[in-house]
């Protein structure tokens, strides 16, 4: 295992991220929270200091130390999860390019997804459907292909898509072989512009409201071979050796989960650190009977745990981000302990600390009903608390748990 006492250079990045969401972040919570918008100007704002463009990124993801990446989102979730997922929300469509696409595909749509800093843009990763959320397998959009034109068409409708319409780049997850179930599933790039996709319904959400999630319908959408990302050729090798009964490495979608979870952990951390450090803070200036409340041992104890928690819950998140960057195999569902740990911390500590303000945790003019509302989801997306068990009890059992 690693030290994972943090070098300079994680330090200063921290620090770095910190002061903009310092900054920057934090001022414009509660107005982007409430009015449930993208907050386009920020994301304008990451991008002229380089904190929102693939270059970065890559840099993050090139940490062979794989704590970059959590580092960064763990500061930018803490200084607010809604603007936190619309800065990085575009970071799970470029996964699945990253994950599973050529390198003139990375070179040619990867870009795109970011546009530049007169004119930022996001992209959107399309997976869920309204039949098919945790269970893959029960996925309907179909893409279908004509040799003859070498072309592919799209059909289906994507649900609880980050950035879904808005995006300049959308990455689809398809069946292309019903027969195969997971295995028969490809990932397709629709270009800005493409005719036939639409967004008619954005979702109004509990918490995360600065973060734009849609339904996205695809009505006959035609994309060039060029498109489907990794090419013909190895997806059809890929189909082949499933059709023989060869086990494969799963499907696009599971694959970009797979790099993202400890990622998504990381978030959940950063809300969590920040509803503690309020109810902190509070608890120390917060006078009731002649004292602060923080003398008294109830909220003494209650503080006491959630640091330990939230303090236990990174821990994971960084075992989980070492072994994925290092090709350290998750034998025990590493990395999904990570995620649902993190989950469950920020769940819990954000309602404590709605305990500890008490009628003023209540209120809108404290944050921490805001970084519950936020923090609920992490128990829900990117594989629900459920999934996460399941996968953790078949890696430890060594059975095909249902």
């Given amino acids: 295992m690693p030290s994972f006492e943090l070098s300079e250079e994680h330090r200063d990045l921290r620090d770095w991220v910190h002061g903009f969401a310092s900054d920057v972040i934090r001022p414009a919570a509660a107005e982007w929270d409430e009015r449930e918008e993208t907050p386009w100007p920020i994301l304008q704002e990451a991008a002229k200091i380089e904190l929102y463009n693939f270059e970065t990124l890559a840099s993050f993801w090139g940490d062979e130390s794989g704590l970059s990446m959590p580092l960064v989102n763990e500061e930018l979730f803490w200084g607010d999860g809604g603007i936190g997922m619309a800065i990085f929300g575009t970071t799970l469509a470029v996964a699945g390019i990253f994950s599973s696409g050529t390198p003139d595909q990375m070179v040619e749509f990867i870009p795109q997804c970011y546009g530049d800093v007169d004119d930022p843009k996001v992209g959107a990763f399309c997976s869920s459907e309204p039949e098919s ?6 996925m309907r959009t179909r893409a279908v292909y004509d040799s003859a034109r070498d072309q592919w068409t799209l059909s289906g409708q994507k649900a609880w898509a980050t950035n ?7 990455v689809v997850q398809a069946v292309v072989d019903p027969s195969l179930g997971t295995k028969g599933q ?3 790039v629709v270009p800005p512009g493409t005719p036939g996709l639409e967004s008619t319904r954005k979702i109004k959400k509990m918490g995360l409201r600065a973060s734009h999630t849609a339904d996205v ?22 189909l082949a050796r499933a059709r023989s009964g060869e086990r494969s490495q799963g499907s696009a ?6 790099m993202s979870r400890p990622t998504v952990g990381s978030q959940a951390i950063g809300i969590a650190r920040a509803a503690y450090e309020y109810a902190l803070e509070y608890a120390k200036d917060r006078v009731a009977f002649g004292r ?31 072994m994925g960057r290092n090709d350290v195999p998750f034998t025990a569902g590493e990395g999904s302990m990570s995620k649902l740990k993190a989950g469950r911390v920020a769940v819990w500590s954000t309602e404590r600390a709605i305990q500890i303000l008490g009628g003023a945790g209540y209120s809108r003019e404290h944050p921490v009903e805001r970084m519950h509302r936020d923090a609920k989801i992490y128990d829900i997306f990117e594989g629900t608390e459920q999934i996460q068990q399941l996968v953790i009890a078949r890696a430890i059992s060594g059975r095909h748990l249902a």
């Fill in 133 to 138: 959320g945790s269970d893959v397998g029960a």
């Fill in 292 to 322: 602060p409340i923080i003398d008294n041992q109830s909220i003494s104890f209650t503080l006491a745990d959630m640091k330990t928690e939230i303090d236990a819950a990174r821990l994971l998140v960084w075992r989980a981000a070492w």
């Fill in 217 to 238: 319908f695809l009505d006959d959408v035609v994309v060039p071979g060029s498109c489907l990302l990794g090419g013909k050729e190895k997806l059809d090798e890929r």
């Fill in 164 to 170: 879904g319409g808005i995006a300049n780049i959308h």
């Fill in 253 to 258: 979608a599971m694959r970009t989960f797979e």
């Fill in 186 to 188: 490809a990932a397709f």
